[in-house]
């Protein structure tokens, strides 16, 4: 009887992400959460996919998976650099996922 509550309360962490927090996240996975800032606008996307976002956006990748993020700005903006997350300047972004990450994406107005 003992390992059996003891294997439901594994199944039960496990189901819940074995984590606290508002978002649980998968076993073994990590989130990387992208935020937008600047005064232009444009889009966030990953490989393998999960993040598609103009604003702000996350999502839950395997530990041990390298994400790249692509950022895209609109017909009136440029895109200004990456920062956080161990990304810097204005290629893709590369997230070995052995930790959660915090990115942000910087658009900028086109002035003509």
Request: charge should be neutral; aromatic fraction near 6%.
């Amino acid at each position: 009887m003992a390992r059996r509550r003891g294997f439901v309360v594994v199944l039960l962490l496990a189901a819940c992400g074995g984590r606290s927090g508002d978002s649980p996240q998968s076993p073994g996975s990590f989130r990387v959460a992208v935020s937008r800032n600047g005064n232009g606008s444009g889009t966030v996307t990953s490989a393998p996919a999960g993040i598609a976002c103009g604003s702000s956006c996350e999502a839950d990748f395997a530990e041990g998976t390298t994400v790249t993020l692509s950022a895209t700005p609109d017909a009136v903006s440029g895109f200004a650099g990456w920062s956080g997350g161990g990304c810097s300047g204005t290629g893709t972004c590369t997230v070995a996922m052995t930790a959660a990450a915090s990115v942000s994406a910087a658009f900028s107005l086109n002035t003509y």
